[in-house]
């Protein structure tokens, strides 16, 4: 397959990396020391599954690549709109774009600048950083999970699944991604705002009775909302999530708490603040996902914004 990963973070670097190592077309859409590494010195992962090290195709802009079978469309979400906008080289006849994004807005987003036919949603699992300009390092887990929203299972995506498994990571083809990516929504959504708000990992939260109840309570207020409209989550959700939350390393912290910690921007607005703005939209309370978003609002756009 010809694929575009745009967006090379910790994502779209370990799995556009794993996929260009088994022989795919893969080019790279970066910025910053990101593509100057990139460029200069290829990009490696460091992973328990086998550390990589190769030369990729990168650039920084979209007319360089031309279109492609498949887009793995990996920014934050508060760049969706401008990475969207530039997506249109890269959009050919059947091209599909995967959206990898936290959250469940983000092919609604996507498709008001490609049109919807071209946009379908994906789930990633992995524990993945950063851990310098061009290079991956990889601690565990590596799973896509993609689905075109109307649940049929095309061609384009058989070919990704298909592919995928070539690459060596799990490459699930889902016909309710809707329901995946309410089910990360939920739990990340939830992850997220308690860690931010209380400057603390898992373990921390663990470990009061009173932060324990809050996040589960959370959790709650986030399903209610997903059910309000029209979500069916499988059974066992509640539990398998709580047994989660007890068997996460004492030191786990989500990747907003990090953004907080380093004074970069968040999240926040398509996180907590989603939940608490579509509990509204659908007559849900949410009144601890309204709290965190109000505590969190002044450092959404960095910490100068919060300072001044």
């Not at 990898?100 to 699992?125: C, F, K, P, T, W």
């Not at 329901?179 to 939260?205: E, H, N, Y």
């Not at 207020?221 to 409209?229: C, L």
């Not at 380093?262 to 601890?288: D, Q, Y």
Request: glycine share 12%; aromatic share 6%; no cysteine.
């Amino acid at each position: 397959m010809r694929i575009a990963v745009f967006g090379t973070g910790a994502v779209g670097g370990y799995f556009g990396g794993r996929l260009a190592a088994s022989g795919e077309d893969v080019s790279f859409v970066a910025r910053g020391t990101q593509l100057s590494a990139l460029r200069q010195h290829g990009l490696r992962i460091t992973s328990p599954k086998g550390d990589l090290h190769i030369e990729v195709p990168a650039t920084d802009s979209t007319a360089d690549i031309g279109p492609v079978d498949l887009v793995l469309f990996t920014v934050k979400l508060y760049d969706v709109d401008a990475a969207a906008a530039a997506l249109g080289p890269l959009i050919g006849p059947d091209t599909v774009v995967v959206t990898l994004q936290n959250g469940v807005e983000a092919i609604d987003m996507v498709s008001r600048h490609v049109g919807r036919a071209h946009v379908a949603g994906g789930v990633a699992y992995v524990v993945a950083v950063v851990d310098g300009p061009g290079h991956i390092r990889h601690t565990t887990a590596d799973r896509l999970v993609f689905g075109e929203p109307d649940g049929r299972l095309s061609r384009r995506l058989t070919a990704f699944q298909e592919a995928g498994r070539r690459a060596g990571f799990v490459a699930d083809l889902s016909r309710r991604i809707d329901v995946d990516l309410w089910v990360k929504f939920v739990r990340l959504g939830t992850w997220s705002g308690m860690t931010a708000v209380t400057r603390s990992p898992m373990g921390v939260i663990r470990a009061h009775p009173e932060l324990l109840e809050m996040m589960e309570r959370a959790l709650d207020e986030a399903m209610a909302v997903g059910r309000a409209r029209g979500i069916r989550f499988p059974d066992g959700l509640v539990e398998g999530t709580r047994q989660m939350i007890l068997n996460f390393p004492h030191e786990s912290k989500s990747s907003m708490l990090e953004d907080l910690e380093r004074g970069r921007r968040l999240e926040l607005p398509w996180l907590s603040g989603a939940i608490a703005r579509m509990g509204r939209e659908s007559g849900v309370p949410t009144p601890i996902h309204a709290f965190i978003t109000a505590v969190l609002l002044p450092f959404v756009d960095g910490a100068e914004t919060a300072v001044g």
